[in-house]
């Protein structure tokens, strides 16, 4: 009953490949713009804001289906991609993770965000009168102040890419091996007879992953606190 | 080498406008609180700007509006040592020290921080973080740590306020060494006439945003 067979090692496998990569490849954006809506007053503010929300607050098949008008092969940015890099997105694994990182972003974002309008800028002021130009000031006080925020951001956008069904399967559909995710896996093995077996170990797996990922998060954001704090 | 200083900033309902020269080792920006000393030192470090005016250091002109001249903040080469001491908390003392140098990416002077850490009797503390120390003991490391990126001009912004007699009584005599060793002058903000005293020989009375007298200590007298 509890071994796995090779298709759900696959599924689950497929999943960590997907939320991992989507994670690492929203993180210098999202701490990019995090940055930006905490510390600067620019044209257009809230329209980015807005438009970083918008996964968070659109259906999930929305997301996707725009994701599938832009990024697939014959769309526009998908075409443009395919011809200049020969990259394909739609219905490939890579496309489930800028699905899945569209989605994780706001969390991040939004995360990071609060983290970093909670580092005082008067350190920022005096690593200035130290010598630091902006980006040296960045790197070695304001990040590792705000680390802490940004860390929990990074796991909470695992973890809805973890999850993510919606977007993904609208995207990148439900193909096994390539784009079948553990939630996509256990969507299909309930639609078929004889599959409550293995959907219920998918589902004991996804709960570790998800249980484990915020266990590491929290000990990796106490770390990171203690030392923001001069405690450790 | 000659600080001449003549600003112009609108801060919400406050005008200020300062004007003054110093060459001395030791001067002090002097009045009662809210007059907007720190604002003036604030614009000669680069923090804030002014609307109009100059600001230069010896030869150097780090702001003139006229010419369109604004010297950044880290590259005016001017230590500053501020009220709250603004220690970075995830580095430790020795790291806080040491970050001036590495952001002016220059070479370890072993004999010069060795002095300073002597001086300031820092070394029991430079494995330590700030989060722990006391507050007479941030104070001498935020000394340290602006000395330490040998600038040219040495800020500080009532760098006693925060700390009772005792250690008030404790850093003076710091800056007071600080002041005689020569080479470094000092601009020290306070609003504390037995502190400036101690510490300067020039006085820039300040008050309601204006600088209402230029001179030496007999200044100090009148002050309310």
């Known amino acids: 009953m509890w071994t796995l067979t090779p298709e759900e090692w696959t599924a689950v496998h497929l999943s960590l490949r997907i939320s991992l990569v ?11 713009i995090a940055w930006l809506l905490a510390r600067k007053q620019f044209w257009g503010k809230s329209l980015l804001d807005a438009l970083v929300h918008l996964p968070l607050v659109l259906p999930p098949v929305v997301t996707g289906y725009l994701l599938l ?12 991609l395919y011809e200049t890099m020969g990259i394909v997105l739609s219905f490939r694994w890579t496309g489930a993770a800028l699905a899945c990182a569209v989605m994780g972003f706001p969390l991040l974002v939004r995360a990071a965000r609060v983290s970093f309008e909670s580092v005082d800028p008067r350190l920022e002021q005096a690593a200035a009168t130290l010598g630091a130009n902006r ?14 925020g940004v860390i929990a951001g990074a796991v909470l956008c ?20 390539e784009t079948q995710t553990i939630s996509a896996a256990i969507y299909t093995y309930t639609q078929v007879p004889g599959g409550e077996g293995p959907a219920l170990r998918l589902v004991v797996i996804a709960i570790v992953i998800a249980i484990g990922a915020l266990v590491a998060s929290e000990w990796m954001a106490r770390r990171a606190g203690n030392r923001a704090y001069g405690l450790e | 080498m000659m600080l001449a200083v003549d600003v112009e900033k609108r801060l919400g309902a406050v005008e200020i406008a300062a004007r003054f020269e110093t060459g001395a080792r030791g001067t002090a920006l002097f009045g009662p609180s809210g007059a907007g000393k720190s604002s003036v030192i604030n614009m000669i470090a680069g923090l804030v700007r002014p609307d109009r005016g100059r600001i230069a250091l010896g030869e150097e002109v780090l702001f003139d509006s006229a010419a369109r001249i604004d010297v950044p903040a880290h590259r005016r080469n001017i230590g500053y040592v501020f009220q709250e001491g603004r220690l970075f908390p995830h580095l430790t003392v020795s790291q806080n020290l040491r970050f001036g140098r590495w952001m002016h990416g220059v070479g370890r002077d072993a004999e010069m921080e060795a002095r300073i850490v002597e001086m300031l ?32 001009l040495l800020l500080l912004d009532e760098p006693l306020a925060s700390l009772d007699a005792g250690r008030k009584a404790e850093i003076l005599p710091y800056l007071e060494r600080l002041r005689d060793d020569g080479g470094l002058p000092l601009v020290y903000v306070s609003h504390q006439p037995d502190e400036v005293r101690r510490i300067a020989t020039a006085v820039v009375r300040m008050e309601a945003g204006r600088v209402v007298a230029v001179g030496g200590l007999d200044l100090l007298g009148t002050a309310a």
């Open chain 1, 135 to 148: 980006l040296w000031t960045f790197a070695t006080v304001t990040l590792p102040l705000a680390l802490p």
């Open chain 1, 69 to 80: 008008i832009s990024f697939g092969r014959r769309a526009p940015v998908g075409s443009f």
């Open chain 2, 121 to 152: 009797n820092l070394g029991a503390l430079l494995p330590r973080r700030p989060g722990r120390l006391s507050g007479g003991e941030r104070q001498r490391v935020a000394i340290g740590r602006a000395l330490l990126m040998r600038p040219r």
């Open chain 1, 22 to 32: 989507a994670t690492l490849a929203a993180l210098p954006f999202g701490i990019a």
């Open chain 1, 158 to 177: 695992f973890a809805k890419a973890l999850g993510e069904f919606g977007a993904t399967i609208t995207f990148v559909s439900n193909i096994p091996g």
